[in-house]
């Protein structure tokens, strides 16, 4: 073909090493998202030409989401494309208008959902290890400008990465206008998207602005890719730094308050979202929830605040957690902590202390918060609160009892039942209430585990 011009700037642009180095690929199996727009067929194809230079196995996928009446004739040119070019095709189907209901969201975070999670099960079938994404600068562009919009921090200004785990995007290098020469270079047959014009979607109306910024500075998408650049890096600087204070602040995964306020304005904000991610609260978590959790951690707000999604923040004493919420005095999802052998435990209950003692007496003056234990009983020991299915094995009696029964038995207060347990699975090693395995007896042990149990006071468990 006379004119390869823009065909052999993507071909550089995948050799020059955007995220890999083509090098290091031999003997890889790939597998390339195949939409069968413009995009994924210039990305397709160009991957094929360089698959068999560097001993790439190729394979492809495409997922129907079946929000337009013609999305299953896009598979079948999909399946016509890659039987042409004898690529394996991997096509999956997805309701994304049923996910987005059934997730709350909008239809566009839904597709991506069901995209994202389509191509990992394709390349786990596949035996693939690097998933290729057809996103260019245009795209990465618009994705700057939506976070802005939404008043996101580094993390979503930053935009996409060219890799990321499995996936791999090799043409954030290249503009909209470059990879469309390549399809006209070589005569590429494509489909068209007509949603891709509609204005329901807000990345369809930024893309018609597009035009506005180049006209008001030259290079407006590539300045602003290259400004990407810059805060991807800095975004790894403070990530880093993040991992290094949390260490330092949170070591049980509990916020100390007076180390967190050690640290500057941007790792104690990103320490508090670190703490909200780990107890499940991975969406939904604003600037403003920060803020309260560190008003909180200031004692500006009381010991207290609800977050979203059922979450909400507390300090106990000198240190800050994060939990679901309470309904009824019940906490709707219990915690699961392991035992510290020896150390601290520390819970939204209060505090059990482990430390190895000799000259076992089992139980001594301190029952029933305090006991002595076998040490090789309390290995993978969790703590946590009473759940359904729970039973005991009772120190001295025959057989194992359900929990429940063994409570009302013993005629435990309701109170002393909200105590947290240590528990080995379904199986109830000791509780402070007044129970105490067969599993931890420490008779003929040279060295035992002392186990005390210190109570939150019970203003500070109920705020």
Not at 221 to 244: C, K, Q
Not at 245 to 251: F, G, R, T, V, Y
Not at 320 to 336: C, K, N, P
Request: with cysteine; hydrophobic share 45%; aromatic share 6%.
């Amino acid at each position: 073909m006379a004119n390869r011009d823009a065909t052999d700037a993507a071909l550089r642009q995948i050799r020059a090493g955007a995220g890999f180095d083509m090098r290091t690929l031999a003997g890889t199996r790939l597998l390339v998202a195949l939409s069968g727009g413009p995009d994924s067929v210039a990305l397709c194809f160009c991957l094929r030409v360089l698959a068999d230079q560097c001993d790439l196995s190729l394979r492809a996928a495409h997922l129907d989401h079946g929000l337009r009446p013609a999305s299953s004739a896009d598979a079948r040119f999909v399946e016509t494309l890659c039987e042409a070019w004898s690529i394996p095709l991997t096509v999956g189907n997805a309701d994304v208008a049923a996910l987005a209901a059934e997730r709350g969201g909008g239809v566009e975070e839904a597709a991506r959902f069901a995209r994202y999670a389509f191509l990992d099960r394709a390349a786990e079938e596949t035996g693939c290890t690097i998933i290729a994404l057809g996103h260019h600068m245009d795209d990465q562009a618009e994705t700057f400008l939506l976070a802005a919009a939404r008043g996101s921090g580094l993390a979503g200004l930053r935009g996409m990465a060219a890799v990321n785990g499995r996936y791999w995007r090799p043409f954030l290098g290249l503009r909209r206008r470059q990879i469309a020469a390549v399809i006209e270079e070589n005569k590429l047959p494509c489909c068209v998207d007509e949603s891709n014009a509609s204005d329901a979607f807000a990345r369809n109306r930024l893309r018609k602005l597009m035009p506005s910024f180049e006209a008001i500075h030259g290079g407006a998408v590539e300045n602003i890719a290259r400004g990407m650049d810059l805060l991807a890096e800095d975004e790894a600087a403070l990530a880093a730094w993040t991992d290094r204070a949390w260490k330092a602040c949170a070591p049980d995964g509990r916020l100390r308050v007076e180390a967190l306020w050690r640290e500057p304005a941007a790792i104690r904000a990103r320490l508090v979202m670190r703490l909200a991610q780990n107890a499940g609260l991975t969406t939904g978590f604003s600037r403003a929830n920060v803020e309260d959790v560190l008003a909180l951690a200031g004692r500006q707000s009381g010991r207290r605040c609800d977050l979203p999604k059922g979450f909400r923040a507390r300090r106990l004493q000198d240190v800050l957690i994060v939990e679901r919420s309470v309904s009824d005095g019940i906490l709707t999802d219990a915690y699961d902590l392991p035992l510290a052998v020896p150390g601290e435990t520390l819970t939204p209950d209060g505090v059990f202390r482990c430390e190895r003692a000799p000259c076992p007496s089992r139980f001594g003056s301190g029952w029933p918060t305090a006991v002595e234990a076998a040490p090789e009983a309390l290995q993978g020991a969790s703590v946590r609160r009473r759940q359904p299915g729970d039973w005991i094995r009772p120190l001295g009696a025959p057989g194992k009892k359900n929990w429940k029964k063994y409570c009302i038995d013993k005629k435990m207060p309701a109170d002393a039942r909200a105590l947290p347990l240590i528990a080995m699975g379904d199986e109830v090693l000791f509780s402070p209430a007044g129970a105490f395995s067969q599993r931890l007896d420490a008779s003929g042990c040279d060295e035992v585990i002392r186990i005390a149990f210190c109570p939150m006071p019970a203003q500070e468990r109920n705020t």
